[in-house]
């Protein structure tokens, strides 16, 4: 019997790592006492697998994490007993139970994430919402991507999927996850470029995780909790 937990990253909680988020939820399952399955051998740990990492830094409103559980447990009950070992910018949100074969694992489905950027230190232009409209109806984006062995210029237009004002915010849908995967650091840096602006930076707030139910070519993104059922 598998389960997927939502969570929420906010405040200070920004600041610790993917690793640490780890240990901590493996504490925080020990203490509210969630039936969670163990491997086998000679040092055993619980079965559990983050869906996408969040980088150090930012927010989010959908996190995942699936888990293996050895006894039912009811969702309701699991999200109570968890949020009472929550600490202040850490809240779960969803329990939900999800099919058991390999293809439906968190990490393997996420397709795709939605986000809203906001600056942080120096400003746009004051038409900065017509420049972004401007900016995403391009046919190509080019920004560099750097990796361990090189830094090359690639198109990010076609992992773009919504890009629009909201507010005082840069609301993005890109696609993430193992086969094609886009930070919002890198649109707005792109953006920013062309706006021809130079001091500026970026606070990234991540709304929603997806999977995706349709195809390369026509995604349609829908949220990991939303591939679960609930816990009777």
């Not at 493996?26 to 000679?42: H, L, S």
Request: aromatic letters at 10%; proline letters at 4%.
């Amino acid at each position: 019997m598998k389960a997927r937990i939502k969570f929420r990253k906010l405040g200070v909680m920004k600041f610790i790592g993917h690793l640490d988020v780890m240990r901590y939820f493996q504490k925080a399952i020990r203490r509210a006492q969630i039936p969670i399955a163990f491997t086998e051998g000679y040092s055993p740990h619980m079965i559990m697998s983050f869906a996408s990492p969040l980088g150090v830094g930012m927010t989010s409103d959908g996190e995942y994490f699936d888990i293996e559980l050895k006894a039912p447990i009811s969702g309701r009950e699991a999200v109570r007993r968890l949020n009472e070992q929550m600490v202040e910018g850490m809240e779960v949100v969803r329990f939900v139970q999800i099919p058991e074969d390999k293809k439906n694992k968190g990490m393997t489905l996420v397709a795709g994430a939605d986000y809203l950027s906001t600056v942080s230190r120096g400003a746009l232009p004051q038409d900065w919402k017509e420049r972004l409209d401007e900016f995403y109806s391009q046919t190509k984006i080019w920004t560099i991507k750097s990796t361990k062995k090189e830094k090359k210029e690639v198109d990010i237009r076609p992992m773009i999927h919504k890009l629009t004002a909201r507010g005082n915010s840069i609301y993005m849908q890109v696609d993430a996850g193992s086969v094609r995967n886009l930070k919002p650091e890198s649109v707005t840096n792109a953006f920013a470029k062309y706006c021809k602006v130079i001091d500026i930076a970026f606070s990234h707030h991540r709304l929603e995780t997806f999977a995706n139910t349709g195809s390369d070519e026509t995604p349609v993104f829908v949220p990991l909790d939303s591939l679960g059922t609930e816990f009777e």
